[in-house]
């Protein structure tokens, strides 16, 4: 019989479950229940649970000093093995628990090996796995959300005189400042990385000694071996304990904020760098050719980082669909769950890596950014003119309108309507209308906190410096 026909395997010597069994699984199921190719990436958290749940058994006399240090020789032996990149995988090991845990007993023996798993469930060690790697990995995303935090900064404080149009609609609204737009994300990751600092304190609590849904019946303390793996408390209900893939959710979600955050930056970006805008130029490192047009220099790593925020945002929807319908304590499905995971954080560390030399590379033409700028934008100004000369809000928002109306009329700039042009529309203007039409004016009005006058972003700045070295 061929092998896609045969129903079943060769019996295996090594199931951590097979003693009730008489017959060899499906040789489909066990390729869809095989997870070693996606979680042998857990080898390491994997061992340091181990190892620090061994010491457990041993303070609650169920394994020997001697033998503690036996398993631990062991486990590290194992360490060694997939560092080197010497470990031997078996055809039928089922994932990275069932490969150490094999390993453990070749090395030192059944008698002493097979002690390890006392009152232990993979229901409970995958999840502490999870755990002690996302500990890490929400570290490097940390550490790049403020390389790139500091980038903007940099680019922002070089750049502090540059106006440019402020879009609203995506049509001209009123003059900025380009670093007061440009620092408007630095403090979108500001807070990206305030939520997933508050999430690694939320995370943060033991799973393991809870079993596969009962609990430990071994009398460990749990406590302490928390203590041991760096946790900061311990789960409060085994049930909820092995099921529980929350955490993931929230990270996955995490790292979706801050993709939709990286991709709306990357569209602004492909935008002013076009020749339409020609605000900004980007580094030919973090540009492509055309195979055909031998002119263009397309964006494509920021058409790459706007790709990349849809599919970690899948990867999020795809873990809530898979729990949404479970019932309560362990299901096979959440096996599901760490190749979302492991693609999320290794697409957002590409993402947030490749923006922060796209920004730190950058050339501003601040010529063109200032010749962008046109006297129409500065009809708000007008109106607020009107305001401080007692004029309510809402009527001068209507008189500067009319104002707006009459220059297009005229075919005038508005900047060039003489001031018995303006009377025409309201007796209210004098000769002090002048002064408005001045780009520079205009923006250094806006001095309160949040403003984009020059007072105002360098105190922005200051703000992220001192966020910044408050996270060092």
């Not at 304190?201 to 928390?226: D, Y």
Request: include cysteine; proline fraction near 3%; charge should be negative.
């Amino acid at each position: 019989m061929s092998r896609m026909c045969s129903r079943t395997e060769e019996s295996t010597p090594f199931k951590l479950w097979g003693g009730r069994y008489s017959k060899a699984t499906d040789h489909v199921l066990s390729r869809v229940n095989n997870s070693l190719s996606v979680d042998k990436r857990l080898f390491s958290e994997d061992l340091d649970g181990s190892i620090a749940y061994a010491k457990s058994l041993t303070d609650a006399n169920l394994l020997t000093q001697s033998e503690f240090k036996v398993i631990r020789y062991g486990l590290e032996t194992v360490r060694d093995e997939w560092t080197k990149g010497t470990i031997k995988l078996m055809p039928r090991d089922e994932d990275v628990h069932t490969v150490n845990e094999r390993r453990l007993i070749e090395i030192v023996g059944p008698h002493i090996g097979g002690k390890l798993h006392t009152g232990r469930s993979r229901n409970e060690q995958v999840v502490v796995d999870m755990k002690l790697w996302m500990r890490n990995a929400v570290q490097d995303i940390l550490k790049q959300l403020r390389c790139l935090i500091d980038g903007i900064n940099a680019m922002a404080e070089r750049h502090i005189n540059v106006l440019m149009p402020g879009y609203t609609h995506m049509q001209k609204a009123q003059p900025v400042r380009f670093s007061h737009w440009l620092l408007s994300y630095a403090f979108y990751f500001k807070e990206d990385y305030q939520r997933i600092f508050e999430f690694t304190k939320r995370m943060n609590v033991l799973p393991l000694g809870t079993g596969a849904l009962a609990g430990n019946p071994f009398n460990i303390n749990r406590h302490q071996l928390a203590d041991d793996l760096g946790f900061k408390g311990v789960t409060s209900n085994s049930m909820y304990t092995v099921s529980d893939r929350d955490f993931v959710v929230e990270f996955n979600f995490l790292c979706t904020l801050i993709g939709v955050h990286m991709s709306r930056l990357a569209e602004d970006l492909i935008l002013y760098s076009t020749k339409e805008y020609n605000f900004l130029e980007l580094s030919e490192e973090y540009t492509t050719g055309s195979s055909l047009m031998p002119q263009k220099r397309n964006p494509d790593s920021l058409e790459l980082i706007r790709g990349i925020s849809g599919s970690v945002f899948g990867q999020h929807c795809g873990l809530l669909m898979t729990l949404k319908g479970l019932p309560s304590t362990y299901n096979k499905d959440l096996q599901c769950d760490k190749s979302g995971m492991f693609a999320v954080y290794d697409q957002s560390l590409l993402s947030l890596t490749l923006m922060t030399g796209v920004i730190t590379t950058m050339r501003i033409d601040e010529e063109r950014c200032l010749s962008a700028l046109s006297y129409d934008m500065l009809a708000t100004d007008v109106a607020y003119y009107l305001v401080r000369k007692g004029i309510p809000f809402r009527e001068a928002h209507h008189i500067s309108g009319e104002v707006v109306a009459y220059s297009e009329g005229v075919k005038i700039p508005i900047n060039k309507l003489t001031l018995e042009d303006l009377r025409e529309v309201s007796p209210i203007f004098d000769e002090t209308v002048s002064e408005l039409w001045n780009y520079e004016n205009s923006v250094e009005q806006y001095t309160v906190v949040g403003g984009t006058s020059k007072i105002s972003v360098q105190e922005q700045i200051k703000l992220l410096k001192e966020f910044l070295s408050s996270c060092e």
